[in-house]
């Protein structure tokens, strides 16, 4: 069982204890005859300072997972562990970023004031003042701070929420499908900004996707899940050159070949 659990995992490259430990997890809605298994059974282990996305059919079981990771919904057996701990409630090291950009800011606040709002209890005003600046220069949103996110596109908005998770310094980031509601070409510019973030920042990404495309460009590894209830068909390295571009990262044959085969497990178990 233990090398059945080392090859789902893939190969790792450091023998250290992962930042982030799954184990057995296992989700269910309800009980008796309107009782709905979401979760099977999951274990992962997720490195510091990795980038792994977690893909599967449609109403798989991914936000489910991910709001389990968070500490948002609790499990129904099973632990998330980080850096050892029990993960019972949100943890501080954690930022999320969701889908629903206009629901997850204020939009009574400047932009400024939302990226600002979860540092207030942590950094005297002078401190806040510089990391938010450089927050919105990393998301490259200098000179918006006073700005309301109203006034902003789609993709801007969901700059601010990101710029917001840079911000508090987090060593995890939870990601459920940050892109879905932009355009093609805001999300790519949205993928390669993700890109530099973890690059310049070294923090550990879990990125719930339903773009096969997005998963294998930005991913050292694919989680790819079953139907419901869900668990892990297969975890697949993306050992694909970085820095990553749109264009020449695409046209690699390996990129192609990694693209089919996640599509085909995702097929085969929807």
Known sequence: MADAKADLNGPREKERPPLVRIEALQKTYGSGPG???????????????????????????????????SGLLPPSSGTVKI????????PAEMALVFQEYNRSLFPWMSVYSNVAMPLKKRLRA????????????????EGTGNKYPWQLSGGMQQRVAIARAVAYRP????????????DAQTRNELEDLILQVRHEYGVTILFVTH??????????????????????????????????????????????????????MIVGHA
């Open 35 to 69: 009782e709905h298994r979401a979760i099977a059974d999951i274990s992962l282990d997720v490195d510091d300072g990795e980038f792994a996305c977690i893909v599967g059919p449609s109403g798989c079981g991914k936000t489910t997972l991910l709001r389990c990771l």
């Open 83 to 90: 850096s050892g701990k029990l993960v019972e409630g949100p």
């Open 126 to 141: 002078k401190e806040r003042d510089l990391v938010v600046n450089e927050a919105l220069h990393a998301v490259g949103l």
């Open 171 to 182: 060593a995890i980031l939870l990601m459920d499908e940050p892109f879905a509601s932009v």
């Open 211 to 264: 773009d096969i495309d997005e998963a294998v460009y930005m991913a050292d590894r694919v989680v790819v899940l079953s139907k419901p209830p869900c668990s892990i068909v297969k975890i697949l390295p993306v050992p694909l050159p970085r820095p990553r571009q749109q264009v020449a990262t695409k046209q690699l044959p390996e990129y192609t070949h990694l693209r089919a085969e996640v599509y085909g």
